[in-house]
């Protein structure tokens, strides 16, 4: 057999894309390989790159140049180096915030993602409900946030709120979120499930919806109870759908910031005083741009890492 | 540009991350990598390794600032150190 090149006329890449030997007789020759020999696909990921530099890792870069200055204006400031790192990692607000944000977090993971999946397998498979119980369940998903906010500030009250009436004059439970941080924080959390409950719930219905009707058949041929049809057929097929969902909600609450800032700002005392309330107060509030943005690094870092080895454990456990 | 009021030293660490990326980039060009696994215990390619050698350093530099007053040369040179490990055996 003779060495030689094939070319590809019209490929979707261009140009020569297989080399090797070719075979002369018609039969499979294992020495054949697929080389691509040029890079245009790179052209398409182009526009991206530039909006994300535009967005992302310019402003990123300037943060980067906040946090090392003491910056009084463009021409009047001071190299200070790692001084603003320093004192934002030990500053005790911060930390105690970031604890608490982290906990947050944690809890909003724990409540949101399996109502979510219990609320989407609990939703009917078809039939004309299913238009219905899909424009119920996303209702939430369609206030704005600060209305979010609005909305609980007032539910929640004792005085003239239906939730925080009801909670004192019915059932009789002593409830007040402005002066108790108990109560405070557990109306932001209610607040945050009911917001974002149906988004992780959407989100699993898509991927329950995707399994085929095969699966569920064999499982009923075998006698299998609805919890073993779960566990071994619906959530593995799961897994996808909540990378994405476990992803976001953590992303998300642990940069909560309007809902909170509207209901209880923060208070009673420190209560609810989250990251992100915290360094909106430094940054806006303040205008200290160099403990802004060291404050914006550090946090950044924290998010980098959690949200990495959620998606690692998520993706790869599986291999 | 003087509104991203650059400095000497963070534009040399863009730099050197730009020329980073920059290598690796060439070296899968003429080198593809091949994920592994290494005592992180996940299959990392070399690009996995230094992202995930990079965070480790961010780490380690900001838990030193946030617990010490030694050196922070000190810091950079475990920082260093902990980023090589990663990309040579994680």
Redesign the interface.
């Known amino acids: 057999m003779t060495e030689q090149s094939v070319t590809v006329a019209g490929s979707p890449v261009g140009g020569e894309i297989v080399t090797g030997a070719a075979p002369q007789d018609g039969t499979p020759d294992s020495r054949v390989s697929v080389k691509p020999k040029n890079n245009r696909a790179w052209l398409l990921v182009l526009p991206v790159v530039v909006s994300v530099a535009f967005t992302a890792v310019i402003p990123l870069m300037t943060v980067v140049n906040f946090s090392v200055q003491d910056i009084f204006s463009p021409d009047d400031r001071i190299f200070v180096g790692l001084e603003w790192f320093r004192s934002v990692a030990r500053d005790p607000e911060i930390r105690a915030a970031f604890v608490r944000t982290l906990l947050f977090s944690a809890q909003v993971l724990l409540l949101e993602i399996p109502l979510g999946v219990a609320l989407a397998v609990a939703m009917p498979r078809r039939g004309v409900w299913v238009s219905v119980a899909l424009v119920i369940v996303a209702l939430p998903l369609l206030i704005p946030w600060n209305v979010v906010g609005t909305i609980w500030q007032i539910f929640a009250r004792a005085d003239i709120g239906l939730g925080g009436w009801t909670i004192n004059n019915v059932l009789g439970i002593d409830f007040n979120y402005t002066l108790d941080s108990t109560d405070a924080w557990i109306t932001v959390l209610i607040m945050d499930i009911w917001h974002w409950t149906p988004l992780v719930a959407l989100l699993a219905y898509a991927g329950l919806r995707s399994i085929p009707d095969p699966y569920f058949q064999a499982a009923q041929i075998d006698g299998a109870s609805a919890w073993s049809t779960f566990r071994h057929i619906q959530l593995p097929r799961l897994r996808g759908v909540l990378t994405i969902a476990i992803l976001l909600r953590f992303m998300d609450s642990f940069m909560i910031y309007t809902e909170p800032f509207v209901v209880t700002g923060g208070g009673p005392g420190n209560a609810t005083s989250f990251l992100s309330i915290l360094l909106s107060k430094v940054a806006v509030g303040q205008f200290d741009l160099g403990p802004a943005g060291a404050f914006s690094l550090l946090y950044f870092l924290v998010v980098q890492i959690v949200s990495y080895v959620f998606f690692t454990v998520l993706t790869r456990s599986g291999r | 540009m ?6 000497l ?2 534009a040399l ?2 730099v050197g991350l730009a020329l980073l990326l920059c290598g690796m980039a060439i070296w899968g060009h003429f080198s593809p990598p091949v994920a592994r696994r290494g005592f992180l215990r ?2 990392t390619d070399r690009g996995d390794r230094l ?2 050698g990079l ?1 480790s350093a ?2 380690v530099l ?1 838990g030193w ?2 617990v010490t007053d030694l050196s ?1 040369w000190l810091a950079l040179a475990c920082a260093l150190l902990v980023t090589i490990v990663i990309g040579i055996w994680g």
Do not use: C, L, S
């Open positions: 003087q509104w991203m009021v650059w400095t030293p963070t660490v863009f996940i299959e992202y995930i965070i961010a780490v900001a600032i946030a922070m």
